[in-house]
């Protein structure tokens, strides 16, 4: 994740991945959340198997995709001008077609595919397993649709084609969909009822990425702190499970337990976390095993109990406030990032104040903040008017993220003078002569290159720093390598 933007994700090309034997050419392209790009890496596995390389050309393509988010409106406008360059590359490959995975399928199934006419497949989060009969509709000149929501499916069973991938760091999906109702969230309309993923096959894909060459993984979830495996199902079916099942069922604190024990010298990082969900067994997990990084993203999304209470976020600012005091007591060099949401509707001058005196409190690492967008069909649209005019939001929006600027500086300043292990992931941004990585609080470490590569774990002094970015000079590999 970049350090304190706006947008979370911006569009992103999965690269070329080639297949013996495979002749047709599919291009994808991701936006959202990182378990889109994670989805990304499924639907390439699937259709892989049914005769398509991956391509980093559009005007290429036989099939291109475009994987969705609908959590804001700026996303969707955002894939509707792709959706136009996509059907004008088309008119010089009639044979080309068209499809929208993920949220924004779900959401705008019959208007992308029956109104506006501007795509050829609509597919939804839970269908992607039915991708080869759907392509072959599309072949026969068919429109294809199946956006049905499922109970069941994980994907645990496909194993995933890395494509977006450095080799080094990897995304492992333990859960999908979400049963919290935040009152301005679409997720739980778009990707359906909360379910996990069997344990041992987490484990065993976390085993493949090790022997394989990666380094660091990062388990995915709505809300991972709600994984709970008890022989499948639907969590809130677990009142009704087996004593045998509740006895032997697996949470989050476990799983986690789980994989750093399966892989003691990989690194460990999960995403995204829920207030009301996180509990102390998961903290003090993370501090029994040191391949598990210090680093937990929390979304408190409002500083004002009042708008929680509108969200439907079922967490006081107090009971946040002791979750954080709590992280700090059990992991003191734990860094903390967020999700802010600014102009809900109702919002007064106080809750945005309130807002800004929990950040204070907090002094976040680093976050993610956006302006309140309206999506269609959440409670939050058909409870509320959309009351914040733009100027507003716009002022507010930006206090919040010179707040962070201050807030992030303040914590990048906190290194300097420390020795901390940076697992490299590529080459510096702004010079080729450095190396990027990143520590165990997931802050950007820039240094220069020497000896190392891509992957070594290696011990850097840290010399200065930026909001975003700890510069410093290498020391010597870890005794991780």
């Given amino acids: 994740m970049e350090k304190i933007i706006e947008e979370k994700k911006q569009g992103t090309t999965i690269k070329p991945n080639q297949k013996s034997g495979n002749t047709r050419k599919l291009y994808i392209e991701s936006y959202g959340c990182q378990m889109n790009f994670s989805d990304s890496e499924i639907v390439a596995s699937i259709l892989s198997k049914e005769g398509f390389n991956t391509t980093s050309s559009l005007e290429d393509a036989d099939l291109v995709l475009v994987n969705t988010c609908s959590i804001r409106e700026k996303a969707e406008l955002t894939v509707r001008k792709r959706l136009e360059k996509f059907n004008a590359v088309k008119k010089t490959r009639p044979h080309m077609k068209v499809g929208v995975l993920g949220c924004m399928a779900e959401r705008l199934k019959s208007q992308l595919l029956e109104e506006e006419k501007i795509v050829d497949m609509v597919v939804g989060p839970d269908a992607y397993k039915d991708l080869p009969n759907l392509v072959k509709e599309v072949d026969d000149g068919r429109n294809a ?16 084609v890395r494509l977006n991938s450095n ?5 492992v999906s333990i859960t999908r969909g979400c049963d919290n109702m935040c009152t301005f969230c679409v997720v739980p309309f778009t990707r359906g009822r909360e379910r996990s993923r069997d344990p041992q096959s987490i484990v065993e894909e976390v085993n493949d990425l090790w022997n394989r060459g990666f380094k660091e993984i990062t388990l995915l979830g709505q809300n991972v702190d709600s994984y709970l495996w008890y022989g499948g199902g639907l969590k809130k079916d677990f009142k009704d499970s087996t004593e ?14 789980m994989v750093a024990e399966a892989q003691p010298k990989l ?44 969200m439907n ?3 006081t ?23 802010i949401i600014t102009g809900f509707p109702t919002e007064t001058e106080q809750d945005h104040q309130d ?19 309206e999506r269609p069909g959440t409670m939050a649209a058909r409870k509320f008017e959309d009351d914040i005019p733009h100027e507003i939001k716009k002022r507010r929006l930006s206090e919040i993220i010179e707040k962070q600027l201050a807030h992030s500086l303040y914590r990048t300043q906190l290194h300097i003078g420390k020795i901390e292990e940076v697992l490299i992931e590529g080459v510096s941004k ?52």
């Fill in 244 to 257: 045998i099942q509740k006895a032997t069922a697996v949470n989050f604190s476990q799983l986690l337990a």
């Fill in 145 to 160: 649709v199946n956006v049905i929501l499922s109970k069941e499916e994980t994907y645990g069973d496909i194993a995933p």
């Fill in 355 to 373: 807002t800004l005196s929990l950040m204070d409190y907090v002094k976040y690492d680093f976050g993610f903040m956006f302006a309140y967008s």
């Fill in 313 to 315: 976020r079922l967490h």
């Fill in 430 to 481: 702004k010079s080729d002569t450095q190396w990027r990585g990143r520590n165990s609080q997931n802050t950007v470490v820039v240094f220069p290159k020497e000896n190392y590569k891509v992957g070594d774990f290696v011990m850097v002094q840290i010399d200065s720093c930026t909001s975003a970015t700890l510069i410093g000079t290498a020391l010597d590999y870890s005794e991780n390598n």
């Fill in 267 to 310: 690194r460990i990082r999960f995403s995204t976390s829920n207030p009301q969900d996180m509990t102390m067994d998961v903290i003090e997990t993370m501090a029994h095993y040191n391949n598990i990084c210090n680093y937990i993203h929390l979304p408190v999304q409002s500083g004002s109990d009042r708008i929680l209470k509108a």
């Fill in 167 to 171: 080799g080094v760091t990897a995304f």
């Fill in 317 to 339: 600012r107090d009971e946040y406030f002791k979750l954080i005091d709590n992280i700090r007591k059990i992991i003191p060099d734990c860094a903390i990032s967020q999700d």
